[in-house]
């Protein structure tokens, strides 16, 4: 288990996502970025260079807040993903359906 519990910082239209995420944290972290997608206007930046993990809880929970900011016509721009997510999503066949990461690849 780590030391560094995930959070969400705003400022402005970006959320900078921050911590390390596993199956014990991942919902509470996840509720979190539904909470300020419901809140968001247009577009917001999801800003993952603070993340210390990469696994499948981080991708799914990623899908979510597409989802999510989908259905409420929001757009999402994630930057700052690590190679590591980023080649987890490629071998996962999802980098196009995470706005920011088909174009690393």
Do not use: Y
């Not at 921050?18 to 944290?25: I, K, L, M, N, R």
């Not at 919902?27 to 979190?32: E, G, P, V």
């Not at 247009?42 to 991708?59: F, K, M, P, Y």
């Not at 597409?66 to 999402?76: E, G, I, V």
Request: a neutral charge.
């Amino acid at each position: 288990m780590s030391d560094r519990l995930p959070g969400i910082v705003r400022n402005g239209k970006t959320l900078r996502v921050t911590g390390d995420v596993d199956a014990d944290t991942v919902l509470a972290l996840r509720k979190q970025g539904e909470q300020e997608i419901r809140q968001a206007d247009g577009t917001l930046e999801i800003d993952l260079s603070g993340l210390g993990t990469a696994n499948s809880v981080v991708l799914s929970m990623l899908l979510c807040w597409q989802r999510l900011a989908l259905s409420r016509h929001c757009h999402l721009s994630f930057t700052g993903a690590s190679e590591r997510l980023r080649s987890l999503a490629a071998l996962s066949n999802l980098q196009d359906q995470i706005p920011g990461f088909a174009e690393h690849s």
